[in-house]
């Protein structure tokens, strides 16, 4: 059925007096999500569940507000949640290359950390002095007396006994040697080769015996030493371990109920006092002096060596409040786990606990982390650590070139770190879809999905609440209140958007472009509001700026270089309309699409196809084209037909089956040898039975092909065809709707290919009889008989 449309079908007004305000200064704010009813349902469901593997996969178009409301879901839920604890990394005393993990509760690993550099700078500043106080002194100089005292009886014995055997007794830094004495005197080596065997035989005999008592003499010596040795040590512990221990046992007081802490402050505790002389250097001793009695002493040696005793505050949460929300964009390998920083000494890497640097998990962990899914996709092995993390429940930390390289140069392996984030990863269906396809961790870790549709009902509720919004960007902004009649256009313009009349668009970040472009033009001519004129113009700059090769494919057509007829009729020759999709701006352009029939056995051929010019779905409609064109006239013999259907001056290709029904116009003129009226221009796909089915972007069409009419003066007969579908996604311009209501342009409405033919020809397409017979005159006749005819043609061949 035709049906020529009125002009109030061609849009859906917004009256401004039924918006219920003057401006948008007397609404509220808009809270939280508009129109995604389900998107807010999945959202709240999933970070209410704290199963394994119910993390959140936020599915929907750039620009509807996708990662703005998940981050307003996620720190609503976070902000009753408690907050997670602080997470350190501290020296292993037991295994130096495995730096370990400390869990403490909130702000209390800054205390600690604070606590154990006070207690270090207490200790060099208190160690010193204890150790070089006089009672220290005298104490050791006793353990030290004692020994003299022992040392010195012993060889006062030995020595006497030597005098025994005529042996004198020389104790010399290297060692005690003996000399023999004869007639009193000690002789010399000159004088011992002088004396006779005899008594040189009697002299070594004398001197094995006071060799044996010698060795045991030793022996006491060094008996003494190691317990001298050990009574200085001691004392030394035991005068450290009263300042050390002192100090300690007030920090492990504050973490009785916490055995990880304590068992790390005991291992401290030990660790300083058995390296007690590490901090019993003079204030003021030179790095000269102290290399006398430690060798591997040097400044740099001196910081190491304490830097074991610090805290590495991976996790701060003292000023955290309920858990953290972590929105991060740039999810690298090192931003997701962290890294391990080195120091670079002549061609050497070093490195040590304190250079591990924390990553977006850690600073998540115990809450929510947010990412964009096309980051984590394109960042180097960014998902392949982030579904390991998830998986294991661990974050280890290992430097990036371990992996590129298989060569290890950390030094250290620092414990993994246990984690419990909820990630809520934003993207788009094709890369959720990619996604769980071909990764089989992939449904296991992202059992939500939270849909964001890319448009919502036109209801009262919704238009209230996109009004509010409006209210939101002033306040936001700062900008002056919008007039009901400006946010009426507002409304209509997100209606043109979604490209249907009974919804509104959800890309809010699209209509955020037009309050805020309405918004500066407003500034500009200083205006208390921003009016309907604003808006208008903000529209309108917007499309001047982008629109230019709209106007170079219009003057072209102008100048005749582009072949486009908008009057008068033609045989096989038909105006179709093409979107083209600049990604920030649509618009349509006519294309003129002819047919050429004769005898053959060919069939119709798409000429796009056989130049590699043509879409799959454009294949398709040509096959549906063939279909009908069998259904209808081949039933009682053989197609014998050669059919090229073409889209002229077609240079950059072409897809999609909306030109499918003016194809197939413009084969049945060629049979028919029926010119179509040129002022009219067609759009619509079919199926084999002669439907009309809806297609995409039907506004832009319209208007695409009415302005070109326009600029060549309108008739009063030209206009478009249209699927009956379509009409409720007509939102077409003011400038259309007035030629419409003025009978300069008209809009046809059709169901099947029957309904368009009266008015692109004017011959009725005609309606078999009892007999099974098409009038004379109708077109389908005409057709058929032209088909009888090259069938006969073909057999005569």
Known sequence: MTRELDYTELKKAINPQTLGFETTAELDTAPGIIGQNRAAAALQFGLNIKTKGYNIYVCGDPGTGRSTFAKSFAEEKAALEPTPPDLCYVYNFENPKCPSVLTLSAGLGRLLRDQMDELINRLLNELPKLFSSKDFETQKSDIVKIYQEQRDQVIKSMTEEARKQNFGVKNTNSGIYFMPIVEGEVISEEQYDALTQEQKDEISADSENIQKKASEAMRQIKEFERQTRKDVEEAEYAVGLFAVGR????????????????????????????????????????????????????KKNAEDLFSKYKINLITDNASQTGAPVVVNFNPTYTNLVGEIEYDNEFGNFSTDFMKIKPGLLHKANGGYLILKAHDVLTNFHSWETLRRVLLTGE??????????????????????????????????????????????????????????????KMDAENIYQVCRFMQNFVQSEKTPPFHKAAAAKIIEASARMAERQNKLSANFNKITEILAEAAAWARMEDAPLILEAHVRKAIGQREFRLNMLEEKLSEMIAEGSILIDTDGSKIGQINGLAVLDMEDYLFAKPSRITATTYVGKAGVVNIEKEAEMSGSIHDKGVQVLIGYLGQTYAQEFPLSLSCRVCFEQNYSGIDGDSASSAELYAVLSSLAGLPIFQGVAVTGSINQRGE?????????????????????????????????????????RDNVIEAVEQGLFHIYSIESIEDGIAVLTGAEAGVKNDKGRYPAESVHSRVLKRLKEFHRKALDE
């Open 247 to 298: 100090h300690i046992n007030a920090i492990l007081n504050e973490y009785e109920d916490n055995p990880q802490v304590i068992q790390y402050l005991l291992a401290v505790k030990e660790d300083i006092l058995d390296h007690i002389e590490d901090f019993i250097m003079e204030e003021g001793e030179d790095e000269e002096n102290i290399q006398s009695y430690l060798p591997w002493y040097s």
């Open 395 to 456: 974050i280890v930390t290992e430097p990036m070139r371990e992996y590129t390289t298989g060569v290890a140069v950390s030094g250290i392996k620092p414990q993994p770190l246990k984690v419990n984030v909820k990630v809520l990863l934003v993207g788009e269906g094709g890369l959720y879809d990619l996604m769980y396809t071909y990764d089989e961790d992939f449904p296991k870790l992202f059992k939500i999905r939270a849909d964001f549709d890319d448009e919502m």
């Open 692 to 732: 009309i089915q809806p297609i995409g972007g039907v506004t832009y069409k319209v208007e695409g092909f009415f302005d070109l009419c326009a600029k060549r003066g309108l008739t009063g007969a030209q206009g478009v065809i249209i699927p009956r579908q379509n009409v409720a996604d007509l939102m077409l």
